[in-house]
């Protein structure tokens, strides 16, 4: 482990300028990617600053402007609350395939998504509910979609002394739902060979598509989205047809690597899959 | 690197201590407070043989900094009996023989302990994906999940 002091500061005020001093300054929340990172000399530090003393950044509420959380809220939280009040299944979802439970109790959803791993579970259902970031820093703040925030495997956007303050997603409406599903060899515990989250928005009297989100995982430098698949299926009536030509369409988004965990063919014909199926969730969740 | 002075209780007991920045949970309770029961197994979170409760949640005690534990309540598998006597969850590890080396069974006992005090009645389902972040090299599980499931009705009958 690298030398660092560490400070746990009780306001976002004193959090920033800390973070603003010279240095190399790590903000920590949940920590289970951090100090892994810190310990096997991937990420180096000189000052540790938690953030799980600062009340906003502990937030989680939803309220007219739709569902907030804070940068710090651990997946658990996040899990439990979207559970509970509806409207957010993918998140509810992906926050509950994060590593084990032990990590998801401290893990944050803000410290996935500032992690920026190419494979992060809870990313894809972020980006199709059009999550907004809001970062600060000692010099002001952001708002950043967040499909903006990512600049590469482990690399965001945020400047020096920047942090993600808290994730805003706007309330879908009553006839949208979301579904997200990654493919491991396994059951539980390991990370995503593709992931693929979807989210459609139907109109009831005509069966026609009025909004759609396909966002994939594991298959690009960073998260991305399918946007041919969603300009093909809004406007669209849906039906298993029209499914198999939109996951015939993500596959065009996916610029995947083969690595130990799959090849690039596997990873394409996974996105295939993994649309069709969420596409088919999301559907069984509107009847 | 820097010492930090907190305050944290563990097992019940509250200590006043001085810990280095750098360590973690897990060298704090073995190496300072000589609570050896926590094993330290891959020290990066994918074993689960660290596992201690923070306030009431399971966590990898290695991927905790120590100073990240002060005014928190960490419960360690040394605070499962109670004085003398094992807790439900350890009488139905030692009658199920759900260990043979023992190595990952404090992870799992605290796990366990921390599954059944969310959710009383899991199903089978539920025990192998809540105690997936706990590997054992020896048991192949089943034993392990029987004892869970006999955990589960000891504290129902309490």
């Given at each position: 482990m690298p030398n660092f002091d560490y400070e746990a500061p009780t306001s976002l005020m004193s959090a920033l300028e800390l973070l603003a001093q010279p240095g190399e300054n790590r903000p920590l929340a949940g920590g289970t990617d951090v100090i892994d990172q810190l310990k096997s000399n991937r990420r180096n530090a000189d000052l540790v600053v938690d953030l799980k003393r600062i009340p906003e950044l502990l937030n989680i509420e939803s309220n007219g402007s739709g569902l907030h959380v804070g940068s710090a809220v651990s997946c658990t939280e996040v899990h439990n609350f979207t559970t509970e009040k509806g409207g957010f299944a993918a998140l509810a979802e992906s926050t509950e395939l994060v590593g084990s439970v032990h990590i998801q109790n401290r893990g944050s959803v803000g410290g996935n998504v500032c992690n920026a791993a190419p494979s992060a579970d809870t990313i894809p259902s972020l980006l199709i509910h059009e999550a907004v970031a809001h970062t600060a820093s000692a010099s002001g703040e952001r708002e950043i979609p967040l499909i903006d925030f990512f600049a590469g495997p482990g690399q965001t956007v945020l400047e020096k002394g920047e942090i993600l303050k808290e994730l805003v997603l706007p309330t879908p409406s009553a006839n949208t739902a979301s579904a997200y599903l990654r493919f491991i060899p396994r059951n539980e515990m390991d990370i995503a060979v593709a992931g693929v989250g979807s989210l459609i928005e139907v109109d009831?009297?005509?069966?026609?598509?009025?909004k759609a989100r396909i966002a994939l995982a594991s298959v690009a430098p960073t998260p991305v989205r399918a946007y041919a698949a969603e300009e093909f299926l809004e406007g669209t009536k849906i039906d298993a047809d029209a499914i198999d030509k939109t996951a015939d369409l993500a596959v065009g988004s996916a610029v995947p690597i083969t690595d130990v965990r799959g090849s690039a063919e596997y990873r394409k014909e996974l996105i295939r899959v993994l649309t069709r199926r969420t596409l088919t969730i999301c559907l069984e969740r509107l009847a | 690197m820097s010492k930090k002075q907190i305050k944290t209780t563990v097992n019940g007991v509250e200590h006043e201590i001085l810990v280095d920045s750098t360590w973690t949970l897990l060298e704090t309770l073995r190496d300072?407070?000589?609570?050896?029961?926590t094993k330290e197994g891959c020290s990066n979170g994918n074993c689960g043989a660290c596992t201690v409760m923070v306030d009431g949640q399971s966590s990898c005690s290695c991927l905790v900094?120590?100073?990240?534990?002060?005014g928190r309540e960490i419960t360690t598998?040394?605070?499962?009996?109670d004085h003398g006597h094992l807790s439900p969850v350890q009488d139905a590890f030692v009658e199920n023989s759900g260990l043979q080396c023992g190595f990952c069974t404090p992870g799992f006992m605290i796990a366990t302990t921390a599954l059944l005090n969310d959710n009383p009645h899991p199903t089978e389902n539920e025990i192998r994906l809540k105690l997936a972040g706990n590997l054992c090299?020896?048991?192949?599980y089943d034993k392990i999940v029987r004892s869970v499931q006999d955990a589960a009705e000891r504290l129902n009958k309490a």
């Open positions: 009831p009297s005509t069966n026609l598509v009025t | 300072q407070l000589k609570l050896t029961g900094l120590a100073p990240e534990a002060n598998v040394e605070g499962l009996a090299r020896c048991t192949g």
